[in-house]
């Protein structure tokens, strides 16, 4: 009984893990749609950007 709840639990956990792994997290703070800049650039704060926004 105990090592099925415990087998469920840790399957449930992992696939949670999985999922959070998988997900296309791109960018600080959701900024994944882009927007400009106070000089007029156009910007995004996607992975696929060589310079990070600090």
């Given at each position: 009984m105990e090592l099925g709840l415990l087998f469920a639990i840790s399957i449930l956990s992992l696939a949670a893990i999985y999922g959070l792994l998988v997900?296309?997290?791109?960018?600080?703070?959701?900024?994944?749609?882009?927007?400009?800049?106070?000089?007029?650039?156009?910007?995004?704060?996607?992975?696929?950007?060589?310079?990070?926004?600090?």
């Open positions: 997900r296309n997290l791109e960018g600080t703070k959701g900024l994944t749609r882009p927007y400009r800049t106070k000089n007029g650039k156009l910007r995004t704060a996607l992975k696929t950007r060589e310079r990070h926004i600090i």
